[in-house]
């Protein structure tokens, strides 16, 4: 059993920045994936980005790439997402998980364990 919470969401101008934290509690393993997805109510929920808990691998959806980052720190049990020169279109809940299933960190349905969520909103 593994617990998620996300924190770090909020209202941001475009171009601004924000660091979302996800901190997990329970059984982990260096083999695990932590992915960071994002939906809103007109869309499925996607991939934004993942890591392995070892930090020697990571992923970042097309949308994303050069501006967010991902990373974790394992004494804080914490996974970030780091985001940069935010769009409007980045507007969603950003929800935190975890998978086993290393093959497939960019399918939601891969992700056994989530998060509440935390709602970003890019406007000016």
């Known amino acids: 059993q593994v617990q998620l919470v996300e924190s770090g969401g909020g209202l941001v101008q475009p171009g601004g920045s924000l660091r979302l934290s996800c901190a997990a509690s329970?059984?982990?393993?260096?083999?695990?994936?932590m992915g960071w997805f994002r939906q809103t109510p007109w869309k499925v929920r996607e991939f934004v980005a993942a890591?392995?808990?070892?930090?020697?691998?990571?992923a970042y959806a097309d949308s994303v790439k050069g501006r967010f980052a991902i990373s974790r720190d394992n004494a804080k049990n914490t996974v970030y997402l780091q985001m940069h020169n935010l769009k409007p279109e980045d507007t969603a809940v950003y929800y935190c998980?975890?998978?086993?299933?290393?093959?497939?960190?960019?399918?939601?349905?891969?992700?056994?364990?989530w998060g509440q969520g935390t709602q970003v909103t890019v406007s000016s």
């Open positions: 998980a975890v998978t086993a299933d290393g093959n497939n960190y960019n399918r939601p349905g891969a992700y056994e364990y």
């Open positions: 890591i392995r808990w070892s930090g020697d691998i990571t």
């Open positions: 329970g059984r982990t393993s260096s083999t695990f994936f």
